[in-house]
């Protein structure tokens, strides 16, 4: 194709402002051209289900617009990867492309996320294009939302396309301005193959596939690849695009967009942002890539019932070919017997992998206190990245530790803003910049991530009653006064409780989680002491009472089937039951106490 035919773009947007829906708008407006001019074969073996996992997973469809130019466009759309919202993720798929539409709710206006995804595309000199999505909604304010989009984001919005994704108003509208306003992709389909992987995943049946985009060159069915990062050499058996279904084309030219497979069976040999070449003409260089994600949280994963850990290997195994950027290693606990240490790109990323595992591999999970990687300085001069508080070093060998801190932006109407940052404060924030735009407030803020990382977003969309939107990028690493608390039940240390906190921080969290283990460990015949200490330190104590016998007593008599019932609860708990020492402490109890907040 023609480079001056083909337009390749993302749609930006803040969750909720309308992304999927407009994308299937344009899918569907297209579509009809599409049937009658696509002669390519549908992929063998395509089925109901591996068309639910496309949608899922397929991150770039191509449309044919028939323009009122009279010329009939290949219009790219790259879809920011499914599974996490965070900025890390998007970075590839704007990559991709030469534009993006910047998809903005008019009855909400700009948000944190807008803001960020604005932010990545001008980093990756994108065009923007300004979508007012909602325009069907009472509460729409066109006006508003432009002169915000003017004055937070410094777009011109005096063309932007007021659109309802929903009822399909003025879909050509956003079609016209891709076409008309968005930039041709440039290359050179003579110079050697430059292909970059935005993306890749593992099919059952088809192995492993890689989503690319071509800058120059070309891909051919049959030909001998190399992956210059690896160099490991494989024959293409498949070229194809996204309609959203499979179809198989015979080459892929400079600045299209669509997927190979070359019959790979381990999602590792596909390092995303690295560059495919010919194995015969190699390119003297590959193409800039992206910055690896790296995991930036950290927590332990344990099955409730300990029969299920090889269940579990099994399915965070599954889970980590879907998902490069996911990982994990065994761990064992005193408390909580055998699992795995697994990393993450940020807490939504953690949610969603727990949530995954527990509905599609039905897995019961106790998951402990998140943690951040925090670079421990020795006084031997070496520096250690630890991911686990239990794996705390001697503090007599410690010279100092540092701790991430990240860039926060927080917008929310002004109303919240006392709440707001008197909650920035109390998890040591150091305000950077507040404006006011449109009756919302623009907050920026300087935060150490171990204290977001435990119930930030829960406090702040609950102080502002779900109207803050938050978004946060990694600063860099600054020495904090850190202390590894520890949580003893009846003198025994529990390692899955313990935490690294910040001095100031260590009495108050030491005596709420205290408070909260007294109401969850049920009483035994003994007295249970329950502290936190900071080394041999205690900072905070709780105790419970021992069980009187009268309390037995009063358990008896009644009605016979609500004793069954409680007998039966009984049994299913105890097999929940985590013996220390002497003490039985319930699982629930784990999970409970770890939910700060
Ligand atoms: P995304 O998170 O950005 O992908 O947002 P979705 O496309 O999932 O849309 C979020 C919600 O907004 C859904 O309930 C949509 O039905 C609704 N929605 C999307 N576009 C419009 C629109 O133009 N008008 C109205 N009234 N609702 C819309
Ligand atoms: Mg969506």
Known sequence: TDLSKIRNFSIIAHIDHGKSTLADRLIEFCGAIEARDMKAQLLDNMDIERERGITIKAQTVRLNYNAKDGETYQL???????????????SRSLAACEGSLLVVDASQGVEAQTLANVYQALDANHEIVPVLNKVDLPAADVDRVKTQIEDVIGLDASDAVEISAKTGLNIEGVLEAIVARLPSPKGDREAPLQALIVDSWYDAYLGVIILVRVFNGELKLGQKVRFM???????????????????????????????????????????????????????????????PSIPVVFCGLFPADAADFEHLRDSLGKL?????????????????????????????????????LEREFDLDLIT???????????????????????????????????????????????????????????????????????????????????????????????????????????????????????????????????????????????????????????????????????????????????????????????????????LDKQKEGKKR?????????PQSAFIAALKMG
């Open 76 to 90: 790219n759309l790259m879809d920011t990867p499914g599974h996490v919202d965070f900025a890390y993720e998007v």
């Open 229 to 291: 990062a690896t160099g490991a050499t494989r024959e293409l058996d498949r070229v194809g695009i996204f309609t959203p279904k499979k179809v198989a084309v015979d080459r892929l030219g400079p600045g299209e967009m669509g997927f190979v497979t070359a019959a790979i069976k381990d999602i590792r040999d596909t390092k995303v942002g690295d560059t495919i070449t010919e194995e015969r003409r190699l390119a003297e260089k590959p193409l800039a890539g992206f910055k």
């Open 320 to 356: 980590a070919l879907n998902d490069a950027s996911f990982q994990y290693e065994t761990e064992s606990s005193a408390a909580l017997g055998f699992g795995f240490r697994c990393g993450f790109l940020g807490l939504l990323h953690l949610e969603i992998i727990q949530e995954r």
């Open 368 to 566: 402990t206190a998140p943690s951040v990687v925090y670079k421990m300085f020795m006084t031997d001069g070496t520096v250690l990245e630890m991911h686990n508080p239990a794996d705390m070093p001697d503090v007599v060998k410690i010279d100092h530790i540092e701790e991430p801190w990240i860039k926060a932006t927080i917008m929310l109407p002004d109303e919240y803003l006392g709440g707001v940052l008197a909650l920035c404060t109390e998890r040591r924030g150091i305000q950077v910049d507040l404006t006011y735009v449109g009756g919302r407030a623009m907050l920026v803020y300087e935060l150490p991530l171990n204290e977001v990382v435990f119930d930030f977003y829960d406090r702040l969309k609950s102080i502002s009653r779900g109207y803050a939107s938050f978004d946060y990028h990694l600063e860099g690493y600054r020495e904090g006064d850190l202390v590894k608390m520890s949580i003893l039940v009846n003198a025994e240390p529990v390692d899955a409780l313990s935490m690294i906190v910040h001095r100031s921080q260590a009495e108050y969290r030491g005596r709420q989680l205290c408070e909260r283990l007294k109401d969850l460990i049920p009483r035994h015949l003994f007295k249970i002491p329950i502290q936190a200490a900071i080394g041999a330190k205690v900072i905070a104590r709780e105790t419970i009472a021992a069980l009187r016998k009268d309390v037995l007593a009063k358990c008896y008599g009644g009605d016979i089937s609500r004793k069954r019932k409680l």
């Open 577 to 585: 039951m985590r013996q220390f020492g002497e003490v039985e402490i």
